[in-house]
Structure formats: C-alpha cells, structure tokens
C-alpha cells in the first residue's frame, strides 16, 4: 500500500501577499480620504446618492481592512488543530464583504424608494463635481486592487466594493446633471436604485462562490465524475472511489481519493501517472492511497457494512468498458 501527499503545490497567493497588502492599503488609504469629505458635502447637499457612497464607500473601507487582516491571518503556519492554517480566513472575508453589500443594499433600496415618493430639494451642481471626484478616487482605488491577486475571493471581495462604489458615482453623477437642467429631483432616488442592483448581484456572486469553499464544493472548472472516470482510465488502474475534488482556499484545489491497481502493477509508478494526470487539471495538492486490487479490497464503497467506511463516498470508477 503507498499513500501520498504531494506538497509540491503552488502558493503563488502566499508569494504575492506582501505586495496585495500594499495595494490594499493605498487604496484604503483613497477611500477613507474621500469618504470623510463626502459625507460632510452629501448632507449639505441634502442628496440620499451622496450619502449613500459615503456610506457604500464606509463599507469599501471595512472591507479593505477586513481583507488586509485576512491575508494576514491566512500567511500563518498551520499548526495544532488548524491543519491547513487560517487559509479560509480569506474565504470568511469574501463572505462577510458579500453579506454587507446585499445588507446594504436592501437599506439604500428601502431609502430610494422612499425619497422617489417624496424627493427633497437637491443641489444638484454639488452632487455633480462631488460624483465626479468621486469617480476619479475610485478609479484609482479599482486600479491599486486590480493589481493585487485578484484570483482570491477576498481580495476579489474588495474588488467588487470598489467597483459598486465607482458604478455609484457615475449614476450620482449622470442624476445629477439631470436635477441640474431638468429639475427632476426624482432621478437622486433612480440612481440610487441602479447602484442597488448591482450592489446584489456583487454581493450575491460573493456569498455563492464563497459558500461553494465553505461546503467543500467542488472548485469552478472541476468535474468530479469526469476527473474519477479519467484517473480509472489510467492503464493498470482496476477502480477510484472515495473521491473528493475541494478547495482548501481560493486558487487552492485539492483532491483525495483511493485507488486500485492491478496485483502485478508497481503502485508508485501508477501513483506518478495519476498525479501528472492532475497537474493537468490544475490539481497539485493530493492526497492519493494506493493499493493492490485484492478480493477484499474490490468490495470498499460497494457494501454499506464494509469496514472501510460507513457511508458510502461517491460513485465507484472503473474503465469504460
């Protein structure tokens, strides 16, 4: 019997870490610069689409800094009963920051609406060069996060923050030139109502793709069935069950499963061409036990009481016939 964990995988994140908590904190730094200002001209300005990037832009901080304290806690050793560190602290960031824009966005729609059925007066060239300001901040701030790994959902997180942000700008300040020469107070409440809708679909998208890395899903592009069926094609190869296809954190897959080989094979050898086989797929860090197909072996994952396991894990692979 050959059990095996490959540990040669990549950790192009962790290499990039440093330089993702550089370009996280200059954006940070854009945000939280813009932010304390606009909120001072939003009230003056009595406008609910500069208040709301002010608060939208509250949450692009938070994020920011709940991504900065994620990457770091994801950069600690494993250790003790964390087997795999703190790597889906990343994970739980992406899920927070998904949380907070559809929560946000259920506020600003109740707000919007009820400004559409009663708008304010709003001084609209105000809302207008604040917006476009607003629009240059976030674009640099976009551009600092975009440099960053963004193959992470934590950093990805941020990402979509910011980018809500400066979509929110734009239609504040295209509301804007439209209070301005038309008098339409109502388009404060409409913009803010667009910004809403892309707020949830951002957030939304965050809280799937993180909730598929915290059931043990497996990752976007994988086929389970289909990677089973092309390890038991693999010449020598009698079955593959047990098979589990996750991602320990973002950019991480990972595999495990048990194999039979014919009795005359040589298990290692077999084990190296399962493993390139992976490589292909992306796949690097497996776990793979390997055994010669004896008469008791054949009957694990077949029968509910064998001794193997309890329950049974997945469909059995064998060759096509």
Not at 185 to 197: N, P, S
């Amino acid at each position: 019997m050959s059990t095996h964990d490959e540990h040669g995988h990549s950790h192009s994140h962790d290499l990039s870490a440093d330089a993702d908590r550089r370009w996280l904190s200059v954006a940070l730094a854009l945000i939280g610069g813009f932010m304390a200002v606009e909120v001072v001209i939003g009230v003056i300005a009595q406008s609910l689409a500069l208040i709301s990037d002010a608060a939208h832009m509250l949450t692009d901080a938070a994020s920011i800094v709940l991504a900065l304290i994620a990457i770091r806690l994801a950069a600690r050793p494993a250790r003790g009963r964390y087997t795999y560190g703190l790597k889906r602290a990343e994970i739980l960031s992406a899920q927070a920051n998904g949380l907070s824009l559809v929560l946000l966005a259920g506020w600003l729609g109740y707000e919007s609406v009820r400004r559409l059925l009663d708008p304010p007066e709003v001084h609209g060239w105000l809302v207008v060069s604040t917006a476009l300001t607003g629009v240059a901040v976030n674009i640099a701030a976009a551009w600092a996060i975009s440099k960053a790994n963004r193959t992470s959902l934590n950093v990805e997180g941020a990402f979509q923050h910011i980018l809500n942000d400066l979509y929110a700008f734009v239609a504040t300040a295209i509301a804007g030139l439209i209070m301005v020469f038309t008098g339409f107070d109502r388009a404060d409440g409409i913009a803010t109502l667009v910004v809403v809708a892309l707020m949830l679909k951002a957030g939304l998208g965050l809280l799937r793709d993180s909730g598929r890395v915290l059931l043990e899903a497996a990752p976007a592009g994988l086929q389970p069935e289909a990677i089973g069926d092309q390890l038991a094609g693999v010449p020598g190869v009698v079955e593959v069950h047990d098979l589990h296809v996750w991602a320990i954190t973002s950019g991480q897959p990972a595999l495990s499963a048990h194999v039979l080989v014919d009795p005359g094979r040589d298990c290692h050898a077999v084990r190296g061409q399962l493993e390139n086989l992976l490589h292909k797929h992306q796949i690097s860090h497996t776990t793979l036990q390997v055994d010669h197909a004896t008469g008791d072996l054949l009957t694990i994952g077949r029968q509910p009481d064998a001794q193997h396991c309890a329950d049974a894990h997945g469909r059995v692979h064998t060759k096509a016939v």
